[in-house]
């Protein structure tokens, strides 16, 4: 990716959005490529990275620009990052509360990952294609937890996210093209602990 | 990768290398790419995967073909997949005893995880390129971790590994060069506890 000595430095930022973090990725390159360590909860922890606790790693494959995944909000923190592409990530705050209906957009290459916590709204457009679109998660997903998901229409005029692919273009799954307005979305209540 | 309904089914094999398991991963495909779940930490230990509590995920990209990268030891397990390319994987038991020199090679495609044990020697040759070799290791690396690294030569005689594309024509790191013949490696001891 980069040559080694002009890499990132590992760091941890905050967004316009609570609990959403962009955290730059050092990637020594060499002869044969690049490495990365992609998570690493010691070195993370330290910089600012809650301790969230991984138990599933999910990789999604997007074979054209323009594949358009999201808008979606689920019962767990996610940390994502890509192996290979690009993507144009974008955020919409679904949590009750004065955040509600933020949004914040911000290209993840491998040099950057996204830790995005319960109750926001996530979502991605393929930019440079193939990607290949990794990500962790605290909690076991199920066909039946999808009933506890919240879901946004990517193509909503309220939070109007930029995308870089007019989705009329863009390939999306059947099931994201019928997701509700912002006006039709119930705040995701805290959580009970 | 596959279209519903063809994937393959979670299971866990063993292999000759007393427990290096290979992982079948099902692999869902659709119009946007495909999805798997690459590792589930309830399912797969459920399937025979050892409860292992990775705290570190490392990503290699691997520009061509014949990268080669190996063979290391080291004192963490791995669980290893890809999330684009393929790799023609090579592990070598290092471990004091019986299994000592014991060799065992299989394809890594997006679906095929590997677990590798520690003192187990790991090493892979891109196949299809790029290849994207993620994996998740339940310690933390560091440069003075390498000092307990336990390594054997790619070009060892006696395990004789049938590389796909012959070592001379490969991509190494100047390190990987250097590394001993096997009668020269010290047996990794059992760990201490
Ligand atoms: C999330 C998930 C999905 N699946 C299966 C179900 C489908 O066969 C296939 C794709 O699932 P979709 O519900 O279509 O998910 P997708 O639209 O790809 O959204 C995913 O990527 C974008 C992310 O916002 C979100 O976490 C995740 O749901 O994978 C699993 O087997 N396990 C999972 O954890
Ligand atoms: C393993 C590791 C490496 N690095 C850095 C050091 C180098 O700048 C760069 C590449 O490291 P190498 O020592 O050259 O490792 P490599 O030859 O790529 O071997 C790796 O892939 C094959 C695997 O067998 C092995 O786990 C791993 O060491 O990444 C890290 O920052 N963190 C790590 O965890």
């Given at each position: ?13 905050e ?9 730059d990725l050092?990637?020594?390159?060499d002869n044969?490529?690049?490495f ?15 301790d ?5 790693n999910?990789i ?17 923190d ?6 290979t ?12 509360g ?11 290459t ?11 709204g996530?979502a ?8 290949a ?47 509700p307005r912002?006006?039709?979305v119930?705040?995701?209540p805290?959580?009970?602990?």
């Amino acid at each position: 990716m980069t040559a080694a000595g002009q890499q990132r430095t590992l760091a941890v930022h905050e967004t316009p959005i609570p609990g959403l973090l962009v955290i730059d990725l050092p990637v020594p390159g060499d002869n044969r490529g690049w490495f990365k360590e992609n998570w690493q909860r010691a070195k993370m922890t330290a910089a600012g990275l809650p301790d969230f606790g991984p138990v599933q790693n999910n990789i999604s494959f997007n074979q054209a620009e323009g594949v358009t995944r999201g808008i979606h909000a689920e019962p767990w923190d996610k940390y994502i990052s890509v192996a290979t592409g690009a993507v144009f990530g974008a955020w919409v705050d679904l949590r009750e509360g004065p955040s509600f209906g933020t949004a914040y957009c911000h290209e993840i290459t491998p040099e950057t990952a996204i830790f995005v916590p319960r109750g926001v709204g996530n979502a991605f457009q393929t930019i440079s294609a193939p990607a290949a679109y990794t990500y962790l998660v605290n909690d076991h997903w199920s066909e039946g937890a999808q009933a506890q998901y919240t879901f946004l229409n990517l193509a909503d005029e309220t939070v109007a996210i930029p995308w870089p692919i007019p989705l009329e273009q863009a390939e999306l799954s059947a099931k994201d093209v019928a997701h509700p307005r912002l006006a039709d979305v119930t705040p995701v209540p805290p959580r009970r602990t």
